[in-house]
């Protein structure tokens, strides 16, 4: 990456003070272009959902892993529910997804609480691990909540073998879903359910390509903290089947953190070990001595993070991320920007200042694959509710059970995150999916302008200017008429 005719910043930026500059390219489509990562994680697109108890799940990593992306399962999860997560991702298909099901014995108000799940908008009625039925909104709009769906599922639905699925192939079962008007189909193995297509989903299998394991299964990373006996939690998340170690503290550039890298190292990990976060090149350099083989890069960005009202601590993410991608680079290492990404180009300009990774969390809070519960705020608005990791909510969670009731009321005193915020699901983009769609899309145009087929080309060739407030506003559309 170059600025602009030798532009010298003499301010540390923000990506709202930076714009990319096209450049002659030869690139003739979108298509044409490679979003997997070069850091080892075996992400197809550079996209990974933060370690936030309100954003990454099952349903969520599931669904990344399946679009090529990853998900860090947070620190605060019980060992044995991250071993129960990362085994039900690992048994996920990588094209079947993952159905809502129910009994017919389920009341209306239990499935109306389930379809907000899932982004498929469907329910699969099961019996003895058959489906008999399938149950949307429609059918349970103006109904008693205590109706049992058994009587209102429609039983005349579609349905295809995964391996007729397979023979035929994604073109063809598109095809045949489109003439039929029917946008779900229910997929079986021998009968019993195994999931469901849907002609969107077909769509993105074309297009995606699935963040795989060697064994072929989806990938799924987890955290650490620095805390208490950091060895022992690795081990027990390396047992477990996570492919990537997150190794994660708001301050990584710290003495805990660097015993917590021996702690880990000590047990000779095979997978890439992540630790941050920091946000200068002398950060970089302690923790890859340290053992890191990726550096998570941001301090205060987050939507959901209060530590530079705080503390005045932090740094405008842009020049963190150039910083220490460039020392990364000489180490032959990488970096994750992670936060203060609100629009697709924000991603790209991360990218184009050599991170490998943009990590995002609040943005995502607000999808169907969230942990949390659906919400309407009385106007029909959906929402969900999240919240930061070094606030009073998280910091209650994480320190339950530890020392004496006295010692976790001192450490309530202190937060440096919102403790709930409403996520609303965009209406147009409800999915994380959708999403992932909106943010790839302007990645690969923004690739295709720099003249760039790779996320290495793009982040050599990338042309950055810098831009007052103004001209920033200016490239933002405007949603009603002059």
């Known amino acids: 990456m170059r600025f602009l005719d030798g532009q010298a910043p003499t301010t540390d930026l923000t990506y709202g003070d930076v714009f990319l500059v096209p450049s002659r390219s030869d690139v003739a489509s979108r298509f044409d272009v490679d979003l997997s990562s070069a850091d080892g994680t075996g992400t197809t697109i550079p996209l990974v959902v933060a370690n936030m108890t309100a ?53 209306v108000s239990t499935v109306l609480w389930l379809l907000g799940k899932r982004a498929h908008g469907a329910a699969v009625v099961v019996d003895g691990g058959r489906p008999v039925g399938v149950v949307t909104a429609d059918e349970l709009t103006g109904v008693d909540r205590f109706t049992q769906v058994g009587r209102l599922m429609v039983t005349n639905f579609a349905t295809i073998d995964v391996a007729d699925l397979a023979e035929r192939g994604l073109t063809n079962v598109f095809e045949t879903m489109h003439a039929a008007k029917t946008s779900l189909t ?118 959901m993070c209060t530590t530079r009202m705080m503390t005045a601590v932090g740094r405008p993410q842009f020049s963190a991320v150039l910083e220490c991608a460039t020392a990364a680079r000489e180490l032959g290492k990488h970096v994750w920007a992670d936060g203060g990404v609100k629009h697709p180009r924000d991603v790209a300009l ?77 209406p147009q983009r409800p999915g994380v999916e959708d999403l992932l769609d909106e943010i790839t ?29 103004a001209g920033y506003q200016e490239g933002m559309p405007q949603p009603t008429s002059w």
């Open 186 to 303: 229910v997929v079986t193995r021998e009968g019993a359910l195994m999931g469901v297509v849907t002609r969107k989903g077909l769509v993105r299998s074309s297009v995606y390509s699935p963040a795989l394991d060697a064994a072929g299964r989806l990938r799924v990373g987890a955290a650490v903290g620095i805390n208490g006996d950091v060895a022992a939690k690795a081990r027990d998340l390396l047992d477990a089947g996570v492919d990537v170690l997150v190794v994660d503290t708001a301050h990584g550039h710290q003495g805990r953190m660097l015993a917590a890298l021996d702690a880990v190292r000590s047990i000779s990990p095979t997978v890439p070990v992540v630790a941050g976060n920091v946000v200068t090149a002398g950060g970089v350099r302690d923790l890859v001595s340290a053992g890191a083989d990726i550096l998570k890069v941001g301090v205060g960005p987050g939507a």
């Open 441 to 469: 899309s302007g990645l690969r145009s923004a690739c295709t302008y720099a003249g760039a087929r790779t996320l290495t080309e793009f982040a050599d060739q990338a042309v950055v200017g810098l831009q007052s407030a």
């Open 350 to 426: 991360a990218l184009a200042a050599g991170a490998s990774q943009v990590m995002i969390g609040s943005w995502f809070a607000g999808t169907f694959e969230s942990p949390g519960d659906l919400h309407d705020d009385g106007g029909g608005r959906l929402y969900k509710e999240s919240f930061g990791m070094a606030s009073a909510r998280a910091v209650a969670a994480r320190t339950a059970g530890a020392g004496t009731a006295f010692d976790r009321a001192r450490k309530a005193l202190y937060e440096e995150g919102i403790s709930t915020g409403k996520m609303f699901l965009d």
């Open 55 to 107: 954003v990454a799940g099952r349903r969520m990593a599931e669904t990344v892993a399946r679009r090529g992306g990853l998900a860090i399962l947070p620190q605060d999860i019980p060992v044995d529910v991250v071993a129960d997560v990362v085994s039900s991702v690992k048994v996920a298909d990588p094209v079947v997804e993952t159905s809502v099901t129910v009994d017919p014995q389920e009341t």
